[in-house]
């Protein structure tokens, strides 16, 4: 879901290059590489990239097709109007998550990471009761502008454009979690679809995409 708008601002961008039609579904990550596993017909995969390295391992993405997309980082947010609390430094999102009612973090790699990071504070123990995790393909965002989550953690991307938060900022250099989101070829594309698949991923990893990218809160990778 992080890369589901800059994906759409890509194809757009990709349209007028080429005749051939490009329909992106955008699903939670979990739930995108269980259906491709389980023998989905899909002409492209887009994931994290160790996701798409087991996809990979697993025979359902082209090895040699694998193309590194955007480096996406975490950012925190609150309710639009809430009480801003202090992220500028390790210590000081470690104090926010104490003392907060609720948190909220994906079921992506970003929450992965942050759950590892809880633990190395210490603290999973204490605020395992006020931890909130959506379900795949519900933004946490959403729930923190709901008030049903006070603090949240997401990839920027998927914060900036929902309505009714206050996006804090990126979390600080030290504790930073930085996705790479990769694409890669299914081995159930026809050929001729894998390699039309492959035009669109080099449009995508190229100069010209760059832009795009960053307006959607990403790097280019």
Same mark, same amino acid.
């Given at each position: ?55 990979? #391992? /697993?025979?359902? !993405? ?9 480096? @996406? +980082? $975490? &950012?925190? =947010? ?16 470690? #104090? /926010?998550?104490? !003392? ?9 790699? @970003? +929450? $992965? &990471?942050? =759950? ?106």
């Amino acid at each position: 879901m992080a890369t589901r708008q800059v994906l759409a601002d890509l194809v757009a961008a990709y349209a007028p290059r080429s005749d051939v039609p490009v329909v992106i579904e955008s699903v939670g990550g979990v739930d995108a590489a269980r259906r491709v596993l389980a023998g989905e017909a899909f002409d492209v995969v887009i994931l994290a990239s160790d996701a798409i390295d087991k996809l990979i #391992a /697993a025979g359902c !993405v082209v090895a040699d097709s694998k193309v590194d997309l955007v480096h @996406s +980082g $975490v &950012a925190v =947010a609150v309710r639009a109007g809430a009480p801003r609390p202090d992220i500028g430094s390790e210590a000081a999102v470690r #104090a /926010a998550v104490l !003392v907060a009612r609720s948190v909220g973090y994906s079921t992506g790699p @970003s +929450g $992965v &990471a942050l =759950a590892r990071l809880f633990e190395r504070w210490g603290i999973a123990g204490e605020i395992a009761a006020r931890l909130v995790t959506p379900p795949p393909g519900v933004p946490v965002g959403s729930l923190v502008a709901r008030g049903e989550v006070e603090l949240g953690f997401q990839q920027f991307s998927e914060l900036i454009n929902l309505d009714g938060l206050d996006v804090l900022g990126p979390l600080p250099p030290a504790i930073q979690i930085t996705t790479t989101f990769s694409a890669g070829v299914c081995t159930s594309a026809a050929p001729a679809r894998a390699a039309a698949v492959r035009e669109m991923l080099a449009f995508m990893a190229s100069p010209a995409a760059a832009d795009a990218k960053r307006r959607q809160g990403m790097d280019p990778a």
